[in-house]
């Protein structure tokens, strides 16, 4: 595809419930990130994918954070029974994988929990 | 391991005034380094980025970077700001597969 896409572009959702993001990378890319941005702050990173294995989960947040890769390519971030202070703008990028490792961004899903 | 400090969070600037973002590394190897701006609600746009080829980078809308390695320093410029480079700003430092973000510096221009 022309760049990365993200799906759902907007989700409100009740505290409690379960959600799912959707993260389609550039082709041929092999390394994709999920990122969180909350209001008026940066980037946090939530996890790493190279390929189908996540070698970095360390930014996931709690246990109902998680996330995962198949075929190399579709990611899907599950947020379980969410809380208010999960809402966000939740930000995928993708990359070659090489040293040079530029990241192109989706235009995120915004997330917000009532 | 590696580290990237923004050392403002918000800067001001009056338009047709030169802009200067700060940025400081961390790294124990050579690592690539990258500046992507935000503007509001939309996504994260590459500006410019460094690969240790030319210590000068010129990036889009007339934005440029110098890598001074003796300073460890990535400082973002530009010599005139426009009404239209408001937003925020981050510096990125990567080496193969750890990517760390700056907190970012939100510019903003004064009529």
């Known amino acids: 595809g022309a760049g990365v896409s993200q799906s759902p572009s907007n989700k409100v959702t009740e505290k409690g419930k379960d959600v799912e993001l959707r993260c389609d990378p550039i082709?041929?890319?092999?390394?994709l990130y999920w990122y969180r941005q909350s209001l008026g702050q940066g980037l946090e990173f939530l996890i790493y994918?190279?390929?189908?294995?996540?070698?970095?989960k360390s930014g996931l947040p709690s246990d109902r954070f998680s996330a995962e890769r198949t075929g190399g390519s579709v990611s899907t971030l599950t947020i379980q029974r969410t809380q208010q202070e999960d809402s966000a703008v939740y930000l995928c990028?993708?990359?070659?994988?090489?040293?040079?490792?530029?990241?192109?961004f989706g235009p995120g899903t915004r997330l917000t929990v009532l | 391991a590696q580290s990237v400090t923004q050392l403002d969070s918000h800067v001001s600037v009056s338009e047709g005034t030169p802009v200067l973002l700060r940025c400081n590394y961390s790294?124990?190897?050579?690592?690539?380094l990258f500046w992507y701006v935000q503007h509001p609600n939309k996504g994260l746009q590459l500006l410019l980025k460094?690969?240790?080829?030319?210590?000068l980078v010129k990036g889009i809308n007339g934005f440029e970077a110098e890598f001074k390695k003796s300073e460890t320093s990535f400082h973002l410029t530009k010599p005139s700001a426009h009404m239209s480079d408001a937003a925020e700003y981050f510096c990125?430092?990567?080496?193969?597969?750890?990517?760390?973000f700056g907190k970012g510096t939100r510019l903003h221009i004064l009529p």
């Open positions: 790294s124990s190897y050579s690592p690539s």
């Open positions: 990028a993708s990359n070659t994988g090489t040293v040079y490792n530029e990241q192109f």
């Open positions: 460094y690969t240790s080829a030319a210590t």
């Open positions: 082709s041929g890319h092999t390394a």
């Open positions: 994918f190279q390929g189908n294995s996540a070698p970095d």
């Open positions: 990125v430092v990567s080496l193969y597969d750890k990517i760390i």
